[in-house]
């Protein structure tokens, strides 16, 4: 069965750091687009990072360029979101995604066929 787990969410306050880890069942996503999305309580999901297969490129929302970062391991089955510099518009539950093989980068969740359970990330002022 294929699955993604996410792991790494919690509670912080603004300013601070937290690293989402989103590990998956086996080696199927090597040739995928992974990405991360969110969704805070009475909104869309939204598109948050990504990282292509080939050629290797990484890809964010304006609203966390420069704060967040995508990294992915094939060797390990695990794809990566380091949140810096953390604020309360951060705040949501974080999804892990991943295409089917060979497709590019998509930033409407509907690009993405398997998804994991999510993740809340809080952040409080």
């Known amino acids: 069965q294929v699955r993604l787990v996410e792991s790494g969410g919690g509670l912080v306050q603004a300013g601070s750091s937290l690293r989402l880890s989103c590990a998956t069942s086996?080696?199927?996503?090597?040739?995928?687009?992974m990405a991360w999305f969110r969704q805070a309580p009475g909104k869309e999901r939204q598109f948050v990072g990504a990282?292509?297969?080939?050629?290797?490129?990484?890809y964010y929302a304006d609203s966390v360029k420069g704060r967040f970062a995508v990294s992915r391991d094939n060797a390990e089955n695990t794809f990566d979101l380091q949140m810096n510099s953390l604020k309360p518009d951060d705040t949501a539950v974080y999804y892990c995604?991943?295409?089917?093989?060979?497709?590019?980068?998509?930033?409407?969740?509907?690009?993405?066929?398997?998804w994991g359970q999510g993740t809340q990330v809080t952040v409080s002022s």
């Open positions: 995604a991943a295409t089917r093989p060979g497709l590019g980068v998509m930033y409407s969740p509907t690009g993405y066929t398997y």
């Open positions: 990282v292509t297969w080939r050629p290797r490129g990484t």
């Open positions: 086996n080696a199927t996503f090597t040739r995928s687009t």
